[in-house]
C-alpha cells in the first residue's frame, strides 16, 4: 500500500499530516510511504527526516502516483490527486458541511473521502480524534496569545515596589479547548471563571481549580456529548448571566461550537463596552462565525479599549505539536484497522460509514445526505 503525504497547500496552514515518527511507525506495518518535498518544512521537519525514516520524498505528481492512500490536514483539491489509483482513500479534515462543493469534487473523481472530524466520539477512537487533539492545543495557545496581548501580568506577584493583582480569566464554553484554557490560564496563576449550557461541565470547571458561572435553567445538552442551540428565552438568560459577569474580567476566552451550525453569538458590543479599558477578548470560533461581536480571523480589532482577536487557524500557530499529535491520531486509526493478510486498513462499519464521505462516485455519508 502506497501512503502519500502532500505538503499542504491551504492558506496559513502550517502543520503536516505525518511525522517521521509516524512514518516509520507506518512502514514497520508494511506500507510505503512518499512525502511531498518541502512537507514538513512549516513544522521544523526537514526533508532529510522524511527519507531517514524511511519515506521517498520527491515532487507532489510522482508522490502522488499510483497512491492507495493520501493523507492531508486539510483535504487537497481534487486536482492535485490526479495521479492516485482510482478509488484510492484521502484521510483528512474536509470541512464537510462548509465546503460541500469539495465533497461533491472527491465524489466524481472516484475517490473515498475519509474526513477525520466525522470519527465518532466513543472510547476506541479516543486516540484518533483529531478535533480532540487540535483543540486542546488551541485552547492553550489562545490563553497564550491572549496574555502575550494584555499589558498586565496573570499572576498576583508581591514585590517590593507593591502588589500585581491576579488576572480575571472567563472561559466561556467548556469543551475539549476550554478546559484546557481552564487549565492553562490557571498554571499562569489566573482567577478563573467559566460556563457552558452542558451542566455536566460544572464539574469539570472545579476540578480544575475555576469557578462555574452558571444561570438557573439554561440546559442545552443535544447528542453525543455536544451543546444544542439555546431557545431565545435561553439565550435572554445566558445574555443576563454574561452582563452581570463580564465588566469584571480581564481576559475572556470563548470557544463554543454547536456542531453543523455558525457559532453562537456569546458577548455583544454593549457587553464589551462594560468591561475595562486594555481587556483582551480571544474568539476562538472566530472561524465559524465567531462567539463575540466584531471579531475578525487574524486581526486586532479595538472596541471601546478592548482587544478582540482570534486566529482563522489556531492549532496552525503551534506547527511542531499540531503535527505531532494530528499524525499520530492518523496512524493510530490505520493501526487500529491494519488488515495484515490484505496489507491496508479494512474498516468497520461503526467508524468507517461514519468518515466515508464519498466512494464510487456518490455521497455516501448520512450526515450529509441529512443536510442536503
Ligand atoms: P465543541 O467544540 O462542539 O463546543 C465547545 C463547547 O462550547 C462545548 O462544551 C459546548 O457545550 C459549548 N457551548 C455550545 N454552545 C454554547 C453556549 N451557547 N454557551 C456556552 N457554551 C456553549 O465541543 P468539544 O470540545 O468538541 O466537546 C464536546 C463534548 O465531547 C465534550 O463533552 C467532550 O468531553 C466530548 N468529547 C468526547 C470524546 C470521546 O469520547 N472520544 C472526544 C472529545 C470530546
Given at each position: 500500500m502506497k501512503i502519500a503525504?502532500?505538503?499542504?497547500r491551504?492558506?496559513?496552514?502550517?502543520?503536516?499530516?505525518?511525522?517521521?515518527?509516524?512514518?516509520?511507525?507506518?512502514?514497520?506495518?508494511?506500507?510505503s510511504l512518499a512525502v511531498e518535498e518541502g512537507a514538513g518544512e512549516a513544522?521544523?521537519?526537514?526533508?532529510?527526516?522524511?527519507?531517514?525514516a524511511g519515506a521517498e520524498v520527491g515532487p507532489a505528481a510522482k508522490v502522488v502516483t499510483g497512491a492507495d492512500m493520501v493523507?492531508?490536514?486539510?483535504?487537497?483539491?481534487?486536482?492535485?490527486?490526479?495521479?492516485?489509483?482510482?478509488?484510492?482513500?484521502?484521510?483528512?479534515?474536509?470541512?464537510?458541511?462548509?465546503?460541500?462543493?469539495?465533497?461533491?469534487?472527491y465524489a466524481k473523481a472516484g475517490l473515498e473521502a475519509l474526513s477525520l472530524e466525522f470519527m465518532p466520539r466513543i472510547t476506541r477512537a479516543q486516540s484518533m480524534d483529531v478535533l480532540s487533539s487540535q483543540s486542546n492545543l488551541?485552547?492553550?495557545?489562545?490563553?497564550?496569545?491572549?496574555?502575550?496581548?494584555?499589558?498586565?501580568?496573570?499572576?498576583?506577584?508581591?514585590?517590593?515596589?507593591?502588589?500585581?493583582?491576579?488576572?480575571?480569566?472567563?472561559?466561556?464554553?467548556?469543551?475539549v479547548a476550554g478546559l484546557q484554557a481552564i487549565a492553562t490560564a490557571k498554571r499562569l496563576g489566573a482567577q478563573v471563571s467559566a460556563t457552558d449550557v452542558r451542566p455536566e461541565t460544572a464539574e469539570q470547571i472545579k476540578s480544575l481549580g475555576g469557578k462555574p458561572v452558571f444561570a438557573e435553567g439554561l440546559e442545552a445538552s443535544g447528542?453525543?456529548?455536544?451543546?444544542?442551540?439555546?431557545t431565545d428565552e435561553q439565550k435572554?438568560?445566558?445574555?443576563?448571566?454574561?452582563?452581570?459577569?463580564?465588566?469584571?474580567?480581564?481576559?475572556?476566552?470563548?470557544?463554543?461550537?454547536?456542531?453543523?451550525?455558525?457559532?453562537?453569538?456569546?458577548?455583544?458590543?454593549?457587553?464589551i463596552a462594560s468591561m475595562k479599558q486594555g481587556s483582551v477578548i480571544f474568539d476562538l470560533a472566530v472561524a465559524q462565525g465567531g462567539n463575540v461581536e466584531g471579531s475578525v480571523p487574524d486581526q486586532l480589532v479595538e472596541k471601546h479599549g478592548v482587544t478582540i482577536m482570534g486566529f482563522s487557524n489556531t492549532p496552525a500557530h503551534l506547527p511542531a505539536d499540531a503535527s505531532a499529535l494530528f499524525s499520530r491520531n492518523l496512524f493510530n486509526f490505520l493501526n487500529?484497522?491494519?488488515?495484515?493478510?490484505?496489507?491496508?486498513?479494512?474498516?468497520?462499519?461503526?467508524?468507517?460509514?461514519?468518515?466515508?464521505?464519498?466512494?464510487?462516485?456518490?455521497?455516501?455519508?448520512?450526515?450529509?445526505?441529512?443536510?442536503?
Open positions: 503525504v502532500l505538503k499542504e491551504a492558506a496559513g496552514e502550517t502543520r503536516v499530516a505525518a511525522t517521521p515518527e509516524t512514518v516509520k511507525k507506518l512502514a514497520a506495518l508494511g506500507a513544522a521544523a521537519i526537514p526533508d532529510a527526516a522524511y527519507a531517514e493523507m492531508g490536514v486539510q483535504a487537497p483539491d481534487v486536482a492535485a490527486l490526479s495521479g492516485a489509483k482510482p478509488g484510492a482513500w484521502v484521510a483528512a479534515t474536509f470541512d464537510p458541511f462548509g465546503q460541500r462543493e469539495r465533497v461533491e469534487a488551541a485552547g492553550y495557545k489562545a490563553v497564550i496569545a491572549a496574555a502575550d496581548q494584555y499589558g498586565r501580568a496573570f499572576p498576583m506577584m508581591m514585590t517590593a515596589a507593591g502588589t500585581i493583582s491576579a488576572a480575571k480569566v472567563f472561559v466561556m464554553g467548556v469543551g447528542e453525543g456529548g455536544y451543546a444544542a442551540e439555546l435572554a438568560a445566558q445574555a443576563e448571566l454574561v452582563t452581570n459577569h463580564i465588566a469584571k474580567q480581564d481576559i475572556v476566552i470563548t470557544t463554543a461550537l454547536i456542531p453543523g451550525r455558525a457559532a453562537p453569538r456569546l458577548v455583544s458590543d454593549a457587553q487500529a484497522f491494519w488488515d495484515e493478510d490484505a496489507g491496508k486498513p479494512v474498516l468497520d462499519e461503526e467508524i468507517g460509514d461514519a468518515i466515508r464521505l464519498t466512494r464510487a462516485g456518490e455521497v455516501v455519508n448520512p450526515r450529509l445526505q441529512a443536510a442536503s
